[in-house]
């Protein structure tokens, strides 16, 4: 399926804005600290323009008209009711934010006793306008059982290393221990939100940031809350700046990118660090200040500490017994399974291939790679069904073979397997070659023997997602396949271009003619020794209204694949006999040349619907000129003999295109019954080194009737070697560049006297 870029939102990025209300709230926490501003004003004032900023940003999302969407296949109903429509999105995420910031400008207002309320309402409010705002996550694969619980317990653990940092951080007389240890455990979860997703694969989506902005602010707000609830110093207040600030403005750019119509960006590992490193930092930094105070952990504090033991224990357990992760620096072991049933009769499926290429990518160390292998064979094993699964089973004997103990197998497609292997990519291409030899080797059968070929595509694991590994490794798979088998192709972008470009040309090239897209020029043919012109060539050219004007060398290999030739050659030769037909009214009497196919030409119909179409324009058969190229004639050699002669004997004239002017190529000019042979520009060329070879060609042509046309000729130079070296005929840019019939009709009007 082709890739769908849709346009750019149109608005504004401003980072002057940030800068000036940075700089702003710096200024203020550096006066309040110093005592020069009250810390409720600070508060205020910061929260005010950082909140303004914000809500003028997503103000403009929800004023903006909603952005078309690209277009996608159909989804489902559930998959239509979790897409957030993003101008909802948008007002939610405003109405939030701008209640944060009143909560913060309208705290000094308050009468003392009733700051806790208000703080506490707009937390409720803001809290409440969050969770109905926020844009759906990016939606995973669901993972196993075991990964679940490792994920739980590593939460856990990081959520129990910031908890205790809030129990010694907050103010001990100030607050009661149960208002204390709530708020220790709601600025724990609220920081390991905005840790998780921040740190995570999705890290880079706008409904992460928007996550990890409103945990941010949240937890702001609940900071204010409980300083203001307790008797702290009003200084306090300060720390609730930070968190508040940062949130909004990470908020608000979140809601931009949620509610573009672009695509996200490729998912980046996870940040592994972070999350290990931040709670254990903040809760020795927490013990510290309370040293530092003359104060001493107390009870609550230590058995909180206690309690992160299970969770550590509980992971490293997970992490040691599964096979699919990490257990040292140079990357994680990828567990060895069969590709098939295994010893249960369950196949390795795509959410195991999916995981153990997560577990590389999120490792220290990513490295790896992704091997996509197609097999194909020249059909049914000699011996029937039983033949066709000894052959699989051999298949997986020689692939285990060949990859390591530490490498997983698994299926994929139904024509082969994949092979996830941790080293690194020139090591992952030298497997892929191994199990090309191997593979192709041939397979005993009780009817004789059989053999397969194969393509295999690699991807490096570092170059995205799984999903986007597993779609790179495909694209190469596809590539190698499309190039004959046999082979191991490496993915690129390059590569992915001319697949994307392939997989256009495949969709838009069915029905081109009956939409009316193709379209003939001509290009006139002049004899050389007077520079009348005697015939013209028809060239086809594709006007694709989606890829734009596309040349036969490209869009034709599609069309053989797609079993499309013929329907394109009937339409060329009907609309060149026709145009040829209008030229012949008059006096003028000029040959036409069509290009044809040798799968074209092979089709046993060529030769009587060929006679149809000259009938029906009532033209003379010699007028039509039948082009094929040489190199693709060996192969049908047999056939293309006797479909020229078919034509010869209606009349109409045949010629060779693309001479080569080998040894092989004279000695069967013998065996084809042809009137025209054209020559490249090479033969021609004084300071070619195959320009003697023109004599021979020359003197050939004159034994066995042929006219010499010299084509692409693009110089003054070239079109004097042609007429020196003896060809009768010439085309080329120097003489006359393809155009449309108009144009040359006008061109022939130079020429009075042109008939041939």
């Not at 705002?133 to 290393?161: Q, V, Y």
């Not at 149960?178 to 989506?205: E, K, M, Q, Y």
């Not at 082969?416 to 070659?433: I, K, R």
């Not at 065996?671 to 195959?690: C, E, N, S, T, Y």
Request: with cysteine; charged share 20%; proline share 10%.
């Amino acid at each position: 399926m082709p890739l769908a870029y849709p346009q750019r939102a149109s608005i504004p990025r401003p980072t002057l804005p940030d800068t000036l209300v940075l700089a702003a709230v710096a200024l203020l926490l550096f006066a309040g600290a110093a005592g020069r501003v009250p810390a409720l004003a600070v508060v205020a004032l910061a929260g005010a323009a950082s909140c303004a900023l914000a809500g003028a940003r997503l103000s403009r999302l929800t004023a903006a008209p909603p952005p078309t969407p690209a277009p996608v296949p159909t989804r489902s109903r559930a998959a239509r009711r979790r897409a957030a429509p993003p101008r909802r999105v948008a007002v939610l995420l405003d109405a939030a934010v701008v209640t944060a910031g009143l909560t913060a400008a309208v705290l000094p207002l308050a009468e003392p006793g009733q700051r806790s309320a208000v703080v506490v309402s707009g937390l409720a409010a803001s809290a409440a306008l969050f969770v109905a705002g926020l844009p759906p996550a990016a939606r995973r694969s669901r993972p196993s059982a075991r990964l679940r619980l490792r994920g739980a317990a590593d939460a856990t653990a990081a959520g129990l290393g910031l908890v205790p940092a809030g129990w010694l951080l907050l103010p001990r007389d100030a607050l009661d221990p149960p208002v204390r240890f709530a708020v220790a455990v709601a600025l724990g979860g609220l920081a390991l939100a905005a840790l998780t997703v921040l740190t995570g694969p999705h890290r880079r989506t706008g409904a992460a940031r928007c996550r990890g902005g409103a945990a941010l602010t949240l937890s702001g707000l609940v900071v204010l809350a409980a300083l203001q609830a307790g008797t702290a110093p009003e200084r306090a207040a300060l720390v609730s700046v930070p968190p508040l600030v940062g949130g909004v403005l990470l908020t608000a750019a979140g809601a931009r990118r949620a509610t573009r119509p672009e695509p996200d960006p490729p998912a980046p590992p996870t940040r592994v660090w972070p999350r290990a490193v931040v709670p254990t930092a903040a809760a020795v930094a927490a013990v510290g200040w309370q040293l530092r105070d003359g104060g001493s952990p107390d009870l609550t504090a230590v058995l909180l500490a206690l309690a992160l033991a299970p969770p550590l224990v509980l992971r490293d357990l997970l992490r040691a017994d599964d096979p699919a992760q990490p257990t040292g620096p140079g990357g994680p072991p990828v567990g060895h399974r069969p590709a098939g049933p295994d010893r249960s009769g369950a196949p390795v499926d795509r959410p195991a291939l999916l995981r153990a290429l997560a577990a590389l990518r999120n490792a220290p160390a990513p490295a790896g790679a992704l091997l996509v292998v197609d097999l194909d064979g020249p059909g049914p094993a000699p011996d029937g069904h039983q033949g066709r699964e000894d052959v699989l089973a051999e298949v997986l004997r020689r692939a285990r073979a060949v990859v390591g103990p530490r490498d997983l197998l698994a299926d994929v497609t139904a024509t082969g397997f994949a092979v996830v292997t941790e080293v690194g990519p020139v090591l992952a291409y030298a497997l892929g070659t191994r199990l090309l030899a191997a593979l192709t080797e041939p397979y005993p059968t009780a009817g004789g023997s059989l053999r397969l070929r194969a393509g295999i595509g690699l991807a490096e694991i570092g170059n995205g997602g799984p999903e986007d590994v597993l779609r790179q490794a495909d694209l190469a798979r596809r590539r190698a396949v499309q190039l004959g088998r046999d082979r191991v192709e490496w993915y690129d972008a390059y590569l992915e271009e001319q697949l994307v470009r392939r997989l256009d040309l495949e969709r838009e090239l069915p029905g081109a003619v009956a939409r009316g897209e193709l379209d003939l020029v001509y290009q006139p043919v002049l004899d050389l020794a007077d520079r009348q012109p005697v015939g013209t060539e028809a060239l086809l050219r594709w006007r694709s209204p989606v890829l734009g004007t596309v040349l036969p060398a490209e869009f034709l290999p599609v069309a053989e694949d797609l079993d499309v030739v013929g329907e394109l050659g009937c339409w060329v030769l009907d609309r060149a006999c026709r145009q040829l037909a209008a030229w012949s009214a008059g006096s003028r009497q000029l040959w036409m040349a069509v290009n044809v196919t040798v799968r074209e030409l092979a089709s046993p119909d060529f030769v009587p619907r060929t006679a149809a179409v000259l009938d029906a324009y009532g033209l003379s058969p010699d007028r039509l000129v039948v082009e094929v190229a040489e190199p693709r004639v060996g192969a049908e050699l047999p056939t293309v003999v006797a479909r020229l002669a078919g034509l010869r004997s209606l009349g109409v004239r045949t010629a060779l295109d693309d001479f080569r002017a080998e040894h092989a190529s004279l000695a069967q000019l013998r065996r084809l019954p042809i009137d025209l042979l054209k020559v490249g520009p090479q033969l021609v060329d004084p300071a070619d080194p195959q320009r003697p070879l023109i004599d021979v060609v020359v003197n050939v042509g004159d034994r066995l009737g042929l006219d010499i046309v010299a084509e692409e000729l693009e110089s003054a130079s070239l079109v004097d070697g042609a007429r020196r070296a003896g060809c009768r005929y010439g085309q080329g840019f120097a003489l006359a560049r393809p155009a449309t019939a108009e144009r040359v009709e006008a061109y022939f009007e130079e020429f009075p006297s042109a008939s041939r």
